[in-house]
T-cell receptor, first 111, second 114 residues
Framework: KQEVTQIPAALSVPEGENLVLNCSFT??????LQWFRQDPGKGLTSLLL?????REQTSGRLNASLDKSSGRSTLYIAASQPGDSATYLC??????????FGPGTSLSVIP | DGGITQSPKYLFRKEGQNVTLSCEQNLNHDAMYWYRQDPGQGLRLIYYSQIVNDFQKGDIAEGYSVSREKKESFPLTVTSAQKNPTAFYLCASSIGGAYTGELFFGEGSRLTVL
C-alpha cells in the first residue's frame, strides 16, 4: 500500500533563505508526482507535475526533483518571500491510477 | 478564465438534513473528483467520475452520493447517513484518460453540522 509522508510538518524560515521541502513515498511504482500549494481556507493550487520518466521540473523560483528509486521528491524554493507562506502538499499517482496525498508541510516565511 | 467553481463556500447543516455541494468546471475536462480534507490528514477521495453518466466510489463514499449528468457539473450530496460530515470539501478535475494526470482544484466548500 502506497504511503506518502512529508517531513517536517511545519517549517519557519527568515525571508530570503533558500529552503527544501521533502516528500517520501513507499512504493516506487508511480506515474507522476505533483506538488501543490494551499493557502488557509482555500483550495489547492498546482505548482509542478513531474512525470515518472523525469528527474526534475522548474517554474520560476521553484524546482522539484524526483528520485523514484529512493522514493523521494524535494521542492526547492529559492529566495523565500513572506508570500510563500502556505501549506505545501505532494501527491503521487500510483501504477493503479490512484492518487495519494501527503499530509503537507506548513511553511512560514518571516519578514 | 477557465477553472473550477464550488458553491457555497460555507454551509451550515442541522443533523438529519441532506445538503448538496455544487462543482462546475469550464476546463473541458472529462474526469472530476470529490475530496474531503480534515485537519492533520491528507485529502481522501469520496467519489470520482471519468465520463458523463458514470462515477465510482472512492475510499470514503459511505454517506455521500453524486451525479454526473453533464460534463461540466459534478454535485456532491452529503446525506444524513454521513456520521461526521463537518469538513472541508474539495472538487477537482483532470483531463482524464488512462491516468489521472495533473489535478486542478476549486476553492473548496466548508460544511459545518450544528
Amino acid at each position: 500500500k502506497q504511503e506518502v509522508t512529508q517531513i517536517p510538518a511545519a517549517l519557519s524560515v527568515p525571508e530570503g533563505e533558500n529552503l527544501v521541502l521533502n516528500c517520501s513515498f513507499t512504493d516506487s511504482a508511480i506515474y507522476n508526482l505533483q506538488w501543490f500549494r494551499q493557502d488557509p481556507g482555500k483550495g489547492l493550487t498546482s505548482l509542478l507535475l513531474i512525470q515518472s520518466s523525469q528527474r526534475e521540473q522548474t517554474s520560476g523560483r521553484l524546482n522539484a526533483s524526483l528520485d523514484k528509486s529512493s522514493g523521494r521528491s524535494t521542492l526547492y524554493i529559492a529566495a523565500s518571500q513572506p508570500g510563500d507562506s502556505a501549506t505545501y502538499l505532494c501527491a503521487v499517482e500510483t501504477s493503479y491510477d490512484k492518487v495519494i496525498f501527503g499530509p503537507g508541510t506548513s511553511l512560514s516565511v518571516i519578514p | 478564465d477557465g477553472g473550477i467553481t464550488q458553491s457555497p463556500k460555507y454551509l451550515f447543516r442541522k443533523e438529519g438534513q441532506n445538503v448538496t455541494l455544487s462543482c462546475e468546471q469550464n476546463l473541458n475536462h472529462d474526469a472530476m473528483y470529490w475530496y474531503r480534507q480534515d485537519p492533520g490528514q491528507g485529502l481522501r477521495l469520496i467519489y470520482y467520475s471519468q465520463i458523463v453518466n458514470d462515477f465510482q466510489k472512492g475510499d470514503i463514499a459511505e454517506g455521500y452520493s453524486v451525479s454526473r449528468e453533464k460534463k461540466e457539473s459534478f454535485p456532491l450530496t452529503v446525506t444524513s447517513a454521513q456520521k461526521n460530515p463537518t469538513a472541508f470539501y474539495l472538487c477537482a478535475s483532470s483531463i482524464g484518460g488512462a491516468y489521472t494526470g495533473e489535478l486542478f482544484f476549486g476553492e473548496g466548500s466548508r460544511l459545518t453540522v450544528l
